[in-house]
């Protein structure tokens, strides 16, 4: 039998550029790794949890001696700033007992109080992604509450969990002791889906002073939890 050379080659298929998140568990955000799509535009998850783990190198006394003695160890709170689509500014944390709602506005819930370190799950925001376009921007943020303002004692890290894609992993370091609250990091709405940014920066003071640093131009006033 001839060759009949006038027929076509059957076409090779192309490999096509891999996705760098397939197969990928959990990615984590470096001073050289900054930033990561979490949602595509139009895109719809479920609730992503945000935790907040760290250890207490004292663990907490409680009763007379606690009261006596000034307390031990470090009390260190989850938190964020949120701006909605509308322009609606708030904050979630235990303090003030701004726990939020996860099915209305804002969206965001916080879970508990963890105030030894002792809890395994740590504390978790939950932010509801059925609509990520219903937030401008949310900044996730860590607070030692009480205790000796010592980041690098308490090891922490705060570990995203949406419902599609990769773990994102933001551990607190690059410390610096004395400064209150730590900035962890950035949701941001791009236009083109919600983009999360670390961040990693200390402030002295309070959640005022971080208002002050990310220009959230809320006003304050004092809580207790």
Partial sequence: MGIDYNKRPTPVAQPTPADPTVGVHKLTLTKTERSVNLTKAGERQGVM???LNWSNPQPAKTGFFAKLLGGGGIDLDLGCLYELA?????????LGNSYGELHTPPFIALDRDDRTGAVAGGENLHINLADPAAFR????????????ANWAAVDG????FPTSGPQI???????V?????CAVAMLTDT?????VAREVEYISGSQADLDRAYQWGMRWAAGRK
Avoid: C, H, W
């Avoid at 509308?86 to 235990?94: E, F, I, L, S």
């Avoid at 002791?177 to 609250?181: E, K, M, N, R, T």
């Fill in 49 to 51: 949890r945000v935790n």
């Fill in 86 to 94: 509308d322009g609606t500014k708030g904050v979630v944390q235990a």
């Fill in 137 to 148: 921007r949310i900044l996730v943020f860590a607070m030692i509450y009480r205790g000796a």
């Fill in 157 to 160: 890290v705060v570990t995203m």
């Fill in 169 to 175: 992993e933001v551990p607190l370091d690059s410390a």
């Fill in 177 to 181: 002791d004395g400064a209150q609250i």
């Fill in 191 to 195: 236009g083109s889906g919600l983009t």
